[in-house]
């Protein structure tokens, strides 16, 4: 009997040592877990911080470029202007939309460059970048087509090597116009989707900006013109062609 209570009470002090000792290792490794624990939450905290500061750093950027973007084509209108009032002082026949395009497209980019980043920015933003990377395809081909053009007059011998602009239409023009119509057409309804989406946004109940509108117009004033005018070059140049087809 006391064998059994001696083994008993042996058992008992083996078994209070054993407790103590997970005591210790809880508390070990509840502080281990409170570290760990804190660690995380400032790793956490570290990782929206740096993902806030890189959106805001990129945000910052588009906007620097934009900018720079914008004020390079205030720059190019404004040399296309001055280069177009030397040319038409040297007696060359520019259309006189051309002009005034020149002048209202260095309007636009001029309160393009005033506008200032937010939301209603934003949602405009891509579509006016995009349209931007069509008009210059189009003035490359448009450029293509008018340095063939005077590249086959002047092996001809109908123009001289300083003629910058085609007066007048041959038949085989047609075949270079038939297939630049279509893209500048596509670029002058581009205009007015871009007239008809800024006053949309004119409109929105965040919109704060005077410069929506503005531009909203100008678009219109672009499209309106560009078209009718297309139209009315296209319409003229038909005309002489089929005079001069008709003459014996």
């Not at 003229?236 to 089929?242: E, G, T, V, Y």
Request: proline share 1%.
């Amino acid at each position: 009997m006391s064998g059994q209570l001696e083994r008993c009470e042996r058992e008992w002090h083996e078994l209070e040592g054993e407790f103590q000792e997970l005591q210790e290792t809880h508390k070990i490794y509840k502080q281990k877990l409170e570290e760990l624990s804190a660690l995380q939450t400032l790793c956490s905290s570290s990782i929206s911080k740096q993902k806030k500061h890189l959106k805001d750093l990129k945000h910052t950027l588009q906007r620097v470029t934009d900018e720079v973007f914008n004020f390079l084509l205030v720059w190019y209108y404004c040399t296309l202007t001055i280069r177009e009032s030397i040319l038409i002082s040297n007696g060359s026949r520019i259309k006189g939309w051309w002009v005034s395009h020149h002048y209202v497209s260095t309007f636009l980019s001029g309160v393009m460059l005033t506008w200032p980043n937010g939301l209603i920015y934003q949602k405009f933003r891509n579509q006016f970048l995009a349209f931007s990377i069509f008009q210059s395809c189009v003035q490359f081909l448009q450029y293509y087509y008018q340095r063939g053009c005077l590249y086959r007059l002047r092996a001809l011998g109908e123009r001289n090597h300083l003629d910058l602009t085609v007066e007048g239409f041959q038949s085989w023009m047609w075949r270079g116009l038939t297939f630049l119509l279509p893209f500048l057409f596509c670029g002058h309804f581009w205009q007015l989707y871009n007239a008809v989406t800024l006053f949309e946004l004119s409109s929105h109940e965040e919109c704060r900006e005077w410069q929506v509108f503005v531009l909203a117009l100008t678009f219109l004033i672009l499209f309106l013109g560009n078209f009718l005018t297309t139209l009315k070059v296209v319409h003229a140049k038909l005309q002489k062609n089929r005079n001069k087809t008709k003459k014996p």
